[in-house]
């Protein structure tokens, strides 16, 4: 049995270890609510970008395929690793590790897999184990931000030299960017057999998108392209359907306003691009006392030049315009709704 003076010593124990206890409790706190702030304080640009992709989205034609929609086989593979730096997590580390593990073995084991190690965690298991680590950041520290852009500046480069956008490498001009594919949320809605079909994600529709910049070493132009639903049979992702048609606007970009007198070879044609522009642009700048005939043009530019005439533009469908609620010809009366039905 413990005598008095081992009692009080426990007792003692046990009240430094609550102390500490609450401490650690404080600090995580604290920690927990500047990252919910963070968080909340970007979901306005979160809730906006949303709204710009959806209207993008809504404007593009799906039914061309040609040269940006073939489907190309797996060949190089890029995993990124997210760990923690320590090892006070349970068995997250671990499981990341064999997660990695597996998916290299199994799904990837003919295909050359590079590691994008983010996480002192995952880092030092994997280059100690001669894995293939394309690249291990070090840990960002959110009030260098000069140094933070650097590092995200040299790994969207990485991406179009080495990565899932090296499709579209050129060596007479550098690019820098990143792939996107993903797929498309179906709303709830009511089939033909009158039953409700709740929203889900679907495995039949995608998104294709690439988002870049370039000259890569000295940025002057910022681009992105979304594809919406692109042929499956095809090529549905970022870098097979996106990325070729960035790559062909940083050309033409190149080709009209060289930049340092850099010679671009590649044999480049824009002719359809080309003339949809002229008939865009002598569109805009006329002076409209009428309504304009938009049929046959795209959503995007359809929409972009209506409300530059000061209408209020209500779009339905995706592609081409077939039909619009306000005849050619009619007066036109600035802050009027017009409703476009696409093809």
């Known amino acids: 049995m413990a005598n008095l003076k081992e009692i009080r010593s426990r007792i003692t124990s046990v009240g430094s270890t609550m102390q500490i206890t609450s401490a650690m409790k404080m600090v995580s706190a604290a920690k927990l609510k500047r990252a919910q702030d963070a968080i909340t304080q970007m979901r306005p640009y979160a809730n906006k970008l949303t709204e710009l992709l959806e209207n ?78 394309a ?54 809605y009511i089939n033909e057999q009158g039953e409700t079909i709740k929203g889900h994600y679907s495995t039949k529709h995608y998104t294709a998108s690439f988002a870049g910049f370039f000259p890569a070493d000295t940025p002057k132009y910022s681009c992105i392209v979304v594809i919406h639903d692109p042929k499956k049979e095809k090529g549905y992702y970022g870098a097979v359907v996106a990325a070729p048609v960035f ?36 569109q805009l700048i006329k002076t409209h006392t009428e309504i304009p005939n938009v049929e046959g043009m795209s959503g995007m530019d359809a929409l972009s030049l209506l409300e530059n005439i000061g ?22 009366i600035k802050g009027a709704t017009i409703i476009l039905k696409l093809s």
């Open 135 to 188: 690249y291990s950041p070090e840990r960002i520290n959110p009030g260098d931000r000069i140094n933070t852009l650097k590092k995200i500046k040299k790994v969207l480069e990485n991406v179009v030299v080495k990565g899932t956008a090296m499709n579209i490498y050129s060596p007479n001009f550098s690019m820098a960017g990143k792939t996107g594919t993903a797929k498309k949320y179906l709303p709830t």
């Open 56 to 133: 993008l989205s809504a404007s593009l034609d799906a039914d061309d395929g040609g040269t940006y929609s073939k489907e190309r086989a797996i060949k190089n593979v890029l995993l990124v690793t997210i760990t923690s730096n320590r090892g006070l997590c349970g068995g997250f580390n671990s499981y990341i590790i064999k997660s990695a593990k597996a998916l290299m073995n199994d799904e990837f084991e003919n295909v050359n897999v590079e590691i994008l190690s983010i996480g002192k965690k995952s880092s030092e298991h994997f280059t100690k184990n001669d894995f293939n680590v």
């Open 311 to 332: 209408l209020k533009v209500k779009i339905s469908g995706n592609g081409n315009v077939k039909s619009q609620s306000l005849k050619k010809g009619e007066k036109l």
């Open 247 to 282: 790559k062909e606007i940083a050309q033409k970009i190149y080709t009209t306003t060289p930049i340092d007198n850099q010679y671009v070879d590649d044999k480049v044609q824009f002719t359809a691009i080309d003339d949809a522009f002229l008939d865009y642009n002598n």
